[in-house]
């Protein structure tokens, strides 16, 4: 079994409103300083093969199909 961990982000120039919240939320608890802040996803598998090759190429086809939208997302895939 393999675990994996996918990390999805808005694409740099794609606007954040989530992110632009977030950080006029943490202005107004008090945290001053804090900026940029950039909102994403994170998902979790485990995968029931142990060929690390085949579990990076099916990670890979389930962004590109359904985990991302590629056209405003980057994804990075990290196997453990």
Excluded: H, W
Aim: charged content about 25%; aromatic content about 4%.
């Amino acid at each position: 079994m393999i675990k994996a961990r996918v990390t999805v982000t808005l694409k740099n120039g794609v606007l954040d409103p989530q992110g632009k919240a977030i950080e006029g939320a943490l202005g107004s608890l008090g945290f001053e300083g804090v900026g940029g802040i950039r909102q994403g996803k994170v998902f979790d598998l485990e995968l029931a093969t142990a060929d690390r090759a085949k579990a990076e190429a099916d990670l890979k086809a389930m962004c590109e199909k359904l985990l991302a939208n590629t056209v405003i997302e980057n994804y990075t895939i990290a196997l453990s």
